[in-house]
């Protein structure tokens, strides 16, 4: 990896709750990893690697959100 390159990982974990009852009834979890490299738009190193930590952050908070709502559709029917 280069000066110029960074990877950034994100790991996301969701817990739904029954709140009348205290009891959880789902859990997912998340990871995702990005590598990046400085484009010349950056305005500096810290730029790219702000991008990476939010582009990793992202995707991995889809994955938690499209698990929740699987869950929920299966439930609910």
């Not at 010349?40 to 690697?49: H, L, M, R, V």
């Not at 991008?51 to 869950?71: F, H, N, P, Q, R």
């Amino acid at each position: 990896m280069g000066t110029d390159e960074v990877r950034a990982r994100c790991i996301v974990e969701s817990v739904l709750l029954d709140v009348r009852t205290g009891i959880v009834i789902h859990t997912a979890t998340g990871t995702e990893g990005v590598f990046a490299k400085k484009s010349p738009g950056d305005i500096n190193f810290s730029e790219t690697i702000a991008k990476a930590e939010a582009d990793s952050t992202g995707k991995a908070l889809l994955k938690v959100a499209d698990a929740v709502v699987a869950y929920l559709r299966d439930a609910g029917g």
